[in-house]
């Protein structure tokens, strides 16, 4: 495979054998993390405390006719707040300005904050909830894509649609006309929880000169104090937002810390106090952000020897009541929807649509885990119809060096998708595993008949596998079958489109007064790496340690906005920036010294006497758009993304066909990254997303009742558990990229796209039933199973149009 | 009446006991009650009357980390470090009732199956608990961190009094 992808460019001499990057140096902040030293939201002591709660609606859309607090109840130092206390405007600033800080006459989604209440007592202040009655007119809700789209109600514009987004290449209809098989299906993804284990949680208070300093757990410190300077109609230097210590993000923290921040920041206005607002997990599960569910359907056409020649795709996400993040995630999930494949002819058709169910928001992979499900399940249909391998199909489609999206970018560099492939399949010995499983299988039917055959057979138990899996197939009369399955993903690194221009983050490195470098950036550390992952970068340019290096806390008053910490974008680009600060830096101080600098010891010596002759140093830089790339964003063409990361994830599994009940036996991840800048952080993030992913294919629904949700518990909404997470083995490929620090791309979200796809095909190798929708809970198996023959696709090549699987 | 956990972090200002559901379910308040892993958000605090309560503040000794703490550090175990202060604490009590011998990785996921992860996938967790009974040696052949080598050479394990059991 062409490893040759870095351009002849600005040669990047590297200043010295690599001394921090590429090492799993510890973790800088991990001693404070295994003592309990590490504080987080909920363990900082305020004096003078008040705790806030949230009044929110109950109902899921209609008009507010009356608040009234109980006269029975003693309302004394309780501090309430409603609408008319905001003193700017009553939104929460993100993308539109449709979202009020508090509802004001009508409700749109059930949970939508209406009165804010504080005390000192945590309990009093809980029992003042219940004293507060509201009345209201209901108004018939929307809580659903279907009903949405059927315009039971019309909650916005006259489609309900939020965002409508178009891709085209070639020429699809055509393409569809001249393929030899034109296979169709329907695909679908439910709600999905974030679940960090720490809920959100804010503490805001009046400062001395009048402004606003609030401290939680966040990812985007920028965004909260967009959203507070409008809130509270102030300054921008009077609002300041710092992080705390953050107990998890995957993007539940993106946006909904500007709701709860700026609740926490009203009724510290309102009261002079220092106000808490900690959210229990219910009230975490019932009324934040999830992932947007989705419905997507695909209709493909293909040449007999496997070729894709054209895909007809229609995506429809539920946005919920507000606009919030959905156009964004919308986008990256259109532009992800054809995968990892080469394709002449493409048509995306998205849009992201009303309801009135809570804003579905931002959760790690951002719209690409819905519609590279959908993909990934159809390239499987589209295998089984051909009677080809699945890995075969994938390996004769990858995109390879050149190749052309759907949006027209030309992949330039760094295209690791069949590496990434290829080394998965390897890793899981998928052709002689696959084997090994059908032969069993058959076996274990033969035994289940009672014909004698294969009596001593039962799926069996490779060297690699389980001990739990107790005495395998055989195992007390169940009747259970195996199976193997995989995906492969891609995921587009940084914002979208030209997001990273209007973004335009900036990353500065100073030297603090010991003579240490310090990194001043507001990507925030939640738990993914950040901290250790700049030292380390800045350390390897400056030619020191990582543990030499200061990071400082994200807080709006001391870094500058380098973006959001989303979207796979902190190590590629602002990584970047503090790589080129680094130089620099390394470049004035050498420049000063008239020599090089030896080590950190000799650093600090010399950055002393800097500061002493020469006074401060701080060096900034901002993102500069690299010249190669060019988007349109009327035309939703060009370069989506600077550079693509690729995954490749295979499962093996195991069904009980009587209980429905699948677990998931082993696990293989790749991903290409481009460098792995800290071996153990990035896989920890490739073994991270993989489960969360399982959870997604397999186990996480989130269950509604008139637009509530009804399992807002970690007893009835379930995550995996130890038990449920197989060993997972991780390989990092390597294709660098010019563009990033040390040739890094993105690695965040990439794991996330590609488990629940390579699950569902495993259950399908399994059983030979497919089911089109996740989670695969056992009930929606034992449904599939049922009508399995239905679903289950033949081996052979049938002509003509193959109707996709089932709707439940 | 109080829960222990509140006891805990706010009367005894021992913060590093987390609270993630408040009814038993992920873990992130486990703490050792006479050397047995309990949830302290279920625990009203007048069942551990005269009972030794080890939170994971307790795991270091004199401000050396125990094995386990330096090996979730080494091996990525901590990722946004919620859960760990119960994982530590619950795979303290499973190290010392392996006396030495190193768990299977089974055993090992099969005893943190009550405190959920959402960063980690388990997988570095089960590696570093592993790693600490082996006495703390890494696997990617790093140079060990220095360490005695018991396993349950914290705080946990010398907690032996006969009145365990006190909860469940």
Known sequence: MARRARPPRASRTVLRPPASVGRSVPRLEGPDKVTGRALYVDDLRVPGVLHGRTVRSTIARGRIQRVSLDPAFDWSGVVVADHRDIPGENLVALIEDDQPLLAAEEVRHAEEPILLLAHEDPERVEAATRAVQIEYEPLEPVLTIEDSLARKALLRGDDNVFKNILIERGDVERGLAGSDLVIEGEYRCGHQEQLYIENNGMIAERTPDGGLLVRGSLQCPYYVHKALVRAFALPPDQVRIVQTVTGGGFGGKEEYPSMIGGHAALLAWKSGRPVKIVYDRLEDIAATTKRHPAVIKLRTGVARDGMLVANAIDIVMDGGAYVTLSPVVLSRGAIHAAGPYRCPNVSIRARAVATNTPPNGAFRGFGAPQTQFAVECHMERIAAALGLDPLELRRRNAYRLGDVTPTGQVLRESVGALEALEAAARRARWAERRALHERENRAAEARERGDGLGSGAGPGRGRRERATNGAGPRANGRRLRRGIGLSLVYHGAGFTGSGEVKLGSVAALDLARDGRPRILAASTEIGQGTTTMFAQLVAEALGVTADFVAVETPDTGLVPDSGPTVASRTCMVVGGLLEKCARSMRERLELFAERPIKDGRDFQRIARRFLSERGPLRIERRYEKPPEIEWDDDRYRGDAYGVFSYGSCVVEVEVDLDTGETRVLRAVATADIGKAIHPILAAGQIEGGTIQGLGYGLLEEVRWKEGRVWNHQLTNYIIPTSMDAPPIEVVIVEQPYSRGPFGAKGVGELPMDAPAPAIVAAIAHATGARIDEIPVTPERLLEGLRDGDAGRDGSGSSPGSRRGGKRS | ?168
């Open chain 2, 1 to 168: 009446m109080k829960r222990l956990l509140d006891v805990l972090r706010e009367d005894c200002s021992l913060p590093g006991t987390k609270e993630g559901c408040g009814e038993g379910e992920c873990g992130a308040c486990s703490v050792l009650i006479d050397g047995r892993t309990v949830c302290s958000c279920l625990v009203p605090v007048v069942q551990v009357q005269g009972a030794r309560v080890v939170t994971v503040e307790g795991l270091a000794r004199a401000g050396r980390l125990s094995a386990l703490q330096r090996e979730f550090i080494q091996l990525g175990a901590a990722q946004c470090g919620i859960c760990t202060p119960g994982m530590l604490v619950t795979a303290a009590e499973l190290l010392r009732h392996a006396r030495g011998r190193v768990p299977s990785e089974e055993e090992v996921r099969e005893a943190l199956a009550g405190n959920l992860c959402r960063c980690t996938g388990y997988q570095k967790i089960v590696d570093a608990v592993r790693a600490a009974a082996r006495g703390g040696t890494s696997r990617n052949g790093a140079p060990a961190t220095r360490l005695a080598r018991a396993p349950g050479r914290s705080r946990a394990g010398t907690a032996r009094t006969k009145r365990s059991r006190r909860r469940r």
